[in-house]
């Protein structure tokens, strides 16, 4: 199982981004499926994740209302839609997915069984 993440860069604050998660060697839409983030010097944190049948989206408090999670089942893709950035956003960002199929999201790192090599963002002030 392989999970590349792309789409990360340098943005000034107010601005947006979108993350993309391209998964190999297991079908995204039987799997939940989480992005988290590390800022320097901080461990890492969950930021969203979304249910095997896409039905459900969760969010941490600090992304809820700005970051959006969604799939595309065709691609065996996941995407994270970044709106409204702010500094404290900057962090690495990585994908993963759950080492279950068809069960209830969750939050929990160790939930998770496969990582992405994690993608850059940087929010300018």
């Known amino acids: 199982v392989q999970l590349v993440e792309s789409g990360g860069g340098l943005v000034q604050a107010g601005g947006s981004l979108r993350l993309s998660c391209a998964a190999s060697g297991r079908t995204v839409s039987r799997y939940n499926m989480g992005w988290f983030r590390q800022a320097p010097g901080k461990e890492r944190e969950f930021a969203a994740a979304?249910?095997?049948?896409?039905?459900?989206?969760y969010y941490s408090d600090s992304v809820k209302g700005r970051f959006t999670i969604y799939r595309d089942n065709a691609k065996n893709t996941v995407f994270l839609q970044m709106d409204s950035l702010k500094p404290e956003d900057t962090a690495v960002y990585y994908c993963a997915i759950d080492k279950l199929p068809y069960r209830g999201v969750t939050t929990a790192q160790i939930s998770y069984e496969y990582w992405g090599q994690g993608t850059q963002v940087t929010v300018s002030s």
């Open positions: 979304i249910n095997w049948s896409g039905g459900g989206q």
